[in-house]
């Protein structure tokens, strides 16, 4: 069983930057896919990027390309997600995933273990 818990997220005016981290316990993430979604209110939960277990694939939204980076650091178990450039419509509930296979995958379905998620507030 893998746990899952995120933090990092907080109050950010727009044009600024956060880093969460996700941190898993209970095994080790090894050969473990990794995601980040978000889910603003009234909306349903979006992909926002994912990595490989090596970090050689990596996959973005188009929304956030250029502006987020996903990463992770093995040795940690942990999961990371560097959000610049903020825009008030990236204020959301941050959640982090993961999931067996080498390929990361950008559909919420397709992950076994879920955080409780992290909010991110932009104001403007």
């Known amino acids: 069983q893998v746990q899952l818990v995120e933090s990092g997220g907080g109050l950010v005016q727009a044009g600024g930057s956060l880093r969460l981290s996700c941190a898993a316990s209970?095994?080790?993430?090894?050969?473990?896919?990794m995601a980040w979604f978000r889910q603003a209110p009234g909306k349903e939960r979006e992909f926002v990027a994912a990595?490989?277990?090596?970090?050689?694939?990596?996959y973005y939204a188009d929304s956030v390309k250029g502006r987020f980076t996903i990463s992770r650091d093995n040795a940690k178990n942990t999961g990371y997600l560097q959000m610049n450039s903020l825009k008030p419509e990236d204020t959301a509930v941050y959640s982090c995933?993961?999931?067996?296979?080498?390929?990361?995958?950008?559909?919420?379905?397709?992950?076994?273990?879920w955080g409780q998620g992290t909010q991110v507030t932009v104001s403007s």
């Open positions: 990595i490989s277990w090596g970090s050689s694939v990596t």
């Open positions: 995933a993961a999931a067996g296979g080498v390929v990361p995958y950008t559909r919420s379905h397709e992950y076994s273990y």
């Open positions: 209970g095994r080790t993430l090894r050969n473990f896919a």
